[in-house]
Structure formats: C-alpha cells, structure tokens
C-alpha cells in the first residue's frame, strides 16, 4: 500500500503551534507511507489539486490529511480523493486543529502530539478498504413540526415547490406567536395583516395536510423514510363537522376559562375559537373549564351546534404518516418573570409581559386595543419597560441575549404613545442591541420622536405603593439611585428553548444545547442542518430569532429539503455493520440490541443466522460489540483498525 | 514516536462522533486550552466501544483511558449510551481485580455544545492520572501484545 | 420532628446586649420544640463589623476559631440568631473552601479549622429542619388575626452563593413560619431592603430614611407590627422609632418584635421567657387588637 500524508498550516491556525514540515518528515518513517508533504491550505483549491496530483503521481492508495476535525472537511476531502481516483473512503483525517494547535502553546509537545495522530491514521488507513453506498427509495414528503411563521414559510415553500407536506401544529391553531402580536418592528405595520394571508395560503394549498392540536409521539426509521406516529389530541368537537360559525362560543356557560391565546390577560369560554382569525378556525372545548366535563351536565354547546359536531366523548387519536424529511420549527417560550423575587415574583397585577402588553395592545385582544391596567381597568400615564427580564442574567442561567427585545420595546414604547398620547414611558436597559437594517433608526424614533425616556441601568425592584408601583433602579450613566412611580410595568422577557424541546430532540435523535435549543450542523455553514440526516431547523427552536431571521430560515429549510427530495434515490453511507455468517451462530443478540431494527434473523441451510439490512443500518456498532462471536464488524471501524490506533499510540 | 518523556502520560480517548468529539472540537474553536497527553481516538458512538478496548490499551501500556460519550436520552443513535453505561460500569468493578487502578479509567457524558465542559474534563483526568503517575502494566504485560492484521482474525487475545 | 435535633449554639454578642430577648426567647422557643441548643464553649467574636473591613484572613480567623470549636464539640451544624454572625461564620467558610485561604487562616489560629462545620440561622433550621408542618402541630394559642410584616433584613439571605437559603430576592420562609402560627401575614415588599444599620452611628440621617421608608411600607400593607430576624434591624426600627417620626414628621408606632417571641406566645411559652418588656414600642395594643379581632370571627362563624 501507498499511502499519502498531507499536513495543513491552514495559515498560521496550525503552523503557529505546530512544526508542520517536521510532522511530515517523522510521517515518512511511518510504514507504508510513500509521500509526505505540509501545505499552506489543504482544503482550498490548490491544496485539493495537490492531493489529487500526488496521488495521480506517486499512485497512491490511501491518503491522510492532517488538519482541521474530520467533523469540518471530511466530506470535502474524500470528494478530492474520488477525484483523483480512489474510493472515498481511502481517506484519513487526524485532526491537528481543533485537538492540538487551538489548545495547547507548546509548540514541542503539539508537533509530537500531531505526528501521533498522524501515525494513528495512518494505522487505521492501512486497515481501510473501499466501500460503496447502496441506492435506495423515498418518501417525497415532508413534516414540518410548528405551525409559527418559520413552520408556515417552510410548509408553503416545500409545498409550492411540489411536496407534500404534513404540517403538525401543538395548539389549535397555526400562527404562533407572531400571531399574538399587534405591530411589528422596525415598520410598525400589523402583524395578522401581514400573517393572515400566509395561514390562509397554508389552509388552502392542496399539498399541505395539516394536523392542528396534535403532537409528535414518536419518530422512528432515517433520512428518506421516516415513520412518524402523530397524536392528535381530542377536541371534543368534530372538526368534519364545525364550521367555525362560534355560535357556541356566544352561548357557553363556562365564561372563566384561562385565554393562552391572550395570555392570560382576558377570560374566554370553554368551548372557543382561540381567535377570529385563527386557521383551522374550528373549536375546541377546554375541559378543565367545561361544565359537561367538570360537573357532568351542560350539554348547551351540544344543542347550540347547528352541524352537530360536539362529540364529547372524543379521545385522542395516534395516526402515522411517512415522511422523507423533517423540519423542525417549534419555536420558543417566555422566560418565567416569577423567578424574580424582586420584580414581584407574579404578585403585582399591573407588572406584566411584553407578550400580555402586546395584546392589550390589540385590536382584537381582550380590551379592543385600549391599553387598561388589568388591576383596576385605569388607563396608565406612566408606564416603565424593563429589558432583559431573564436575558443576559447569569443569576437564573439566561447569560444570553435574546435579541428581539430591545426592538419590540422600542416598538411597545411608540405604541403607547400613540394610544395614549398624554402617556410617558420609561425603558431601563443595558445595552441598545438593534442591528439590523432600521433597526437602530426605530430606537432611536422611540426616544426621539416619541420621548421614550431610556434610563441605561437595571431595576433592582418593584413594590406596590398606594395603587401604583414604585420602579427603582439605577440609572449608570448619572450614577445615581432612580425612582419612578408606574401605572403599569411592562417586564421584556426573554427567550427560553420551547418547552419540551429536550423531549423532541430526543425523539428526533438531534443535540440540544444546556438551555433547550437545537443544535445546528455548524454555527456558521450549516445553520439549519441538523447531524441528523433529514432533520433540519427552522426559526427559534435553533436559538432566539426575531421574524425577518425565521422567515429566512423556514426558507432556507425549504430548500434543503427540496434539494434532498431533487435526487431520485438516495445513497446510504456504506459504514455499517456487515455479518461474517460463518462465524455467526444465531444466537440473535444483535438483533435484539439494534435500535433500528435494521438485523434480521434469516435461515441458511437451517440454521439462523443475522444479516444486516442495508439501507436501514445506521452504523453506530452497538451490534458488533454485542456480538459474542465478533462476527459482526462495523466498516470502517473495525476491531482491527480500533485496535491498530490503540496499537499506533500505545507502542513505545 | 514516544510521548514527551518526563512531560506527558500515555492517556487515550475513546470519543463518540456525535457528542463528545464535537464537543472537544467546541473547545479547540474556543480556544479552551488543555494538556497535550490525551489522544483520541474517534468512534461512531460509545456503544461502539468494547470494554475490551479499554482492557487492551491499558495493558498496552497506556496510563489512563477517557471515555466520552452523548448525555444519557441523547444518543445519536438513541441507545447507545446505554449499552455504553452498562458495560464500562461493568468494567469499571472489573478493572481492579486483574491490578489496574480504578483512576486510569473514567467514563463521562460530554455534549457538542460542552467545549468549556470537555476542558475541565480533560484537565481533570489528566491531573487525576499525573497523581497515579506512569502505569506499571507495560512493563508486566509487556509480552502480551500482538495485533492480528487480517480482518476476521483471532479477537482480542486477554 | 425528630428527638435529636441538637445543634451548636452561636449566641453572638448582640445576644449578650443589646438583643437580649431574642437570645433569650429562641432558647425558650427550641426548648418547647424539643431542640437542644449547647453553647459553644469559649466563643468569641465572629468577626463583624471592624475586622472584615480591613484583612478577610484576620475576620476569618475570628470566626474560623468558633468553628473550630464547634469541630471540637464533634457537631457539624453551627446555628446563630444572628443574620451579620452568620454572615462572618459562612463567608470565612465560604473563602476557606480555597486550601490556600484557609491555611492564611489557620496559620493564625491556635486550634486549625477543618472547615467542616455548616453554619445556619435560627430561621433556617426552624424552617427547614422542624418544618412549618410540624410547628404548627405544636401551636397552642394561635396568633389569629395577628396582622404582622415579616421583615428579613438585607443579610439574612444574600450573597445567595454563601447564604444558600430561601429566595434572595422574595424570602419567604419567615412568612411560612408565622403564617403556620396563624398570623395574617402581609406581603412586604421591602422585606430585604436595608435599615441603614450601618451607618447607625456616623450618619442617623440616613438610617431615619430608610427605616422610615420600612415602617411606612409596613403600614402601607396593613401590618400592625413587625417581624424581624436581626438586632440591628429591631434595634434601628424600634429603638430609633422616636428619631425615626421626629425626622420624617411622622407618627409611627409600630411594635418591633423578634419572630422568636412570636412564636413563643404561639407555643405557649411565658411571657416572662420571652423578654417582651424589652422592646421599647409596646406589642400590647396590637396583640389585643388581633385578639379581638380573631375573638370577634369566630362568634361570626359560630353564628352563621
């Protein structure tokens, strides 16, 4: 065998640390290597052409690169080595990057390090063998997980670009939290003006099936064909039937049901339409709140109906649906104010949510858009916004930014002026984080067109006094104690993983961060790929994102799915588990171990023996170390070649 | 080529693709800076790795063995952390009683995101098998030790 | 509750002086729920005020040197009534988890310390260790109508990394602890804020102010007596209350009393252990209001 080894400065990232040429020079004492050199940059052109060159020029078998994690630029040199001729996986990588060069400054111990790890590739190499993918068939459907504005734009692009798409919404009604806001910024227009239509489009585009009330219960099979159980969640009323007419609504007894669509901050009827525009608009009733439910006669729904759709005995329904692709876009929740003692803790009535602000902000919320104090319905004077209300706050483990709440402050802010013109706000803040286009133009319209008053400094708290609060903070810049006595304070909350993100992504079999978010393929390059083949994400669920980002992502998400469904087949990665039959004695513990189901138990000449399912195989290797007969070996990662690293490294 | 003499210890580690070898990736991008005695070896996942591995490279000479896989319920694989757990537990009673000392052995649940996590880890064990000082396995099991080069060839001969 | 509740006792200098009655009636007070209470022999001063101002060893070592002899009693669980003992006692643990802090500190000490001793407040183990389940088992006449503000004081409760008990922000395990006797507890919302205690003596001013601002948002929650779980607090509140109204313009009288003495009377200690004589604004009146109070519920309830 021949093999290559090509060591990378990649600039000075390694070479600062790392003496590359006197790598090279120890690698050509290592066995069966035939050719090493250092390179200035191993992955841009020149330095690919320079792999294929050599090995065109020396015949190579097998090549190594040593440079950044295989996780980085694996795929892009095995491209180059099937260019140049051989099988893709006659490729190596040590990775004398990101575990040598960036961690460590001396510069003898790292070049020592990096030429072990060179040996140690070049010990597994010798070991490796040309393998092929097997071609297989999909499923050209998609499921988009979250029916907000990312999930809405995902499931419309998929669908206008010829998929079918199953479009699973957790709440009764696609919309998100976009659907919950009044205005938008930078450009203050209406959010369900410009909403609406998308849940429109989505509700009437043929190729779009979509589940409302339902959650994903299980997710099983790989990229291309996934099986997917959805539970759809009893409603109580037949959704064939309802013609969202809301006559029950009028009629409903039960009028003190919590409103999660107005978060709280209005009553609505057990049985309801969460909002005039809500998509499906169909009812469902609330049975914590439900006389039938609760005290076991009412019924008035059930006579009012004219279609006849109340069922009440309705129980929740598990269908599945196969799908190729999955786009996750679950979205976020707000961070719990109650965890600030100091900001009341929940107690004070008229200290409230952005999210609760924004619908009293509303035309179509519960007060009609007139801005009334939810403890005495008094319309406010003096109303104080405090930002980063579990943002940037290592004390509850928020150390992030959210991003979008110094915008939609300043927007809240302009609002109250405009509903209340003799009103004064206040805005404490920390830092103004208002990159964007317009953005910091808006900000700055906040204070000074509308004579929002921004104190740079945090509320140390908030305590009734009289009928009103009194707001005290600091204001660092005169470096000095402020007071301020509020009608009502409006507390930015941030950005918090969805509840039941964890949850998810371990169904989805994708990594989540500390907080909840989904984790992308890479933070830059990859920003909606999952390392879940077939997983991809869109909006908030990746991390906070204000709308314009959503959107864009619920489309980049789109593509990518659309790019995967433009192959006929697809090719699955020939590093799984291969059988040797005649060391196998059907004692079938591979199958019983294999997560996927991907081992069968066939018969040869009448015995049992395991056989691997190609295509289903995802090649963890569980099997092979299950298997008390080694004969199961997982391609590329065999014994042998696990042993020979351990071998390169331990002998001395 | 020998490890630093006087400097560094032998110490190998067994790191699943999907978790912890990208978490040691987030360290190296965040420049989380570490001791330069462990070498890792990248698997698909931990429930690829044989206990025996682990046996064999510390009777190869090795001062210690660092295994790092996806937090239990995030296994890329969906269970493979599991078997992981069982049989490196199993392991772990099982390596004092043929004279190994049980810190030359550690197993831990290391995300991609955990850069800052994989450093302390990292430091961690190495200080902890720096205090154990140079393994005396190599020089005892030293005879015992040869790789079969074909594939399908005798298993790991313990 | 369990028979073995015993733990080392801290009484702190205040409990010698100035805060008598609160020494006096959380032994009283332990004594009825069965807690043994044993003295640290020779204690001395935790290091307070003067001290930690100057060198963190030498304010360690003084408190390092208690601790040391709780080690020496055999006892892992030092409590004090005292939030700015507990204060000194936890923060020179706290600092001693370094290796190299703590030998600075023993190297001044006679005895080492180990640094395996908790120290805890009254409050805490009241609330914890008893449980308010288990207390009000044991109330026998109920503080029924009592309307009490349940005030904290600015250290009972933070740093939150060396305290570690109840919410910095919103304690509320006094609250829990009077509520279980039966009393109207009110939410305060200036239960951690500061009396101005340290500046009691170079600038009054500011301690008329801010106490002030305490007895009026008392009032302003319709409390009719404080709660409180410190000396200097108590003192500033009601000792000063004259200064306090003769500053503001205000005509407060607000009894200040230790949430010990109130749980005594719950738990149907003597007034005479309980040093009720001690405060300088009489409880009377409000005890007697709330017993009218409650008296007059209850002929409401057996009447309907």
Redesign the interface.
Known sequence: MKIGVFVCHCGSNIEATVDTASVAGTARAFPDVAYATDVMYSCSEPGQDGIIQAVREKGLDGVVVASCSPRMHETTFRRAVERAGLNRYMLEMANIREHVSWIGKDREANTNKAAELVRLAVEKLRRNRALFPKSFDITRRVLVIGGGVAGIQAALDCADGGLDVVLVEKTSSIGGKMAKLDKTFPTVDCSSCILGPKMVDVAQHERIALHAYAEVEEIGGYVGNFEVKIRKKATFVDWSLCTGCGLCMEKCPSRKSHDAFNEGVGLTTAINIPFPQAIPKKALIDARFCRQFLKGKCGVCAKVCPSGAIRYEMEDEVITEKVGAIVTATGFDLFDHTKYGEYGGGRYPDVITSLQYERLLSASGPTGGHVKRPSDGREPRTVVFVQCVGSRDTSVDRPYCSGFCCMYTAKQAILTKDHIPESQSYVFYMDIRAPGKLYDEFTRRAMEEYGARYVRGRVAMIYPKGDRLLVRGADTLMGEQVEIEADLVVLAVGAEAAAGSPALAEKLRISYDKYGFFMESHPKLRPVETNTAGVYLAGACQGPKDIPSSVGQGSAAASKVLGLFSRQKLESDPQISQVNQRRCVGCGKCALTCPFGAVKMIDVRGEPKAEVIETVCQGCGICAVTCPQGAVQLEHFTDNQILAEVNALCQS | MPILAGKELRIVGFLCNWCSYGGADTAGVGRFSQPTDLRIIRVPCSGRIDPLFIVKTLLYGADGVLVSGCHPRDCHYGQGNFYARRRLEALKRFLPIIGVEPGRFEYTWVSASEGQRWQQVVQGFTEQVHALGPSPASAVFGACREIPDEKGGPRVAV | MSQALTYAYYPGCSGLGTSREYDQSTRAVCDALGIGLADIPDWSCCGSSPAHTVDHVLSAALAARNLAKVEAMGRDTAVTPCPSCLTNLRTASHRMADNAFRERTNALLDTPCRNTVTAKSVLQILAEDVGLDALARKVVKPLAGLRVAAYYGCIMNRP?EVMRFD?????MAMDGILAALGADVR?F??KV?CCGASYGVARRDIVARLSGRLLA?AE?VGAEMVATACPLCQMNLDLRQGQINSAGGTSHHMPVLYFTQLMGLALGVPEERLGLDKVCVSPRGALRAAAERAAAETAKGSKA
């Open positions: 939150p919410d910095h922000e919103n304690p939410p919302p200036l804020e948002a302003d």
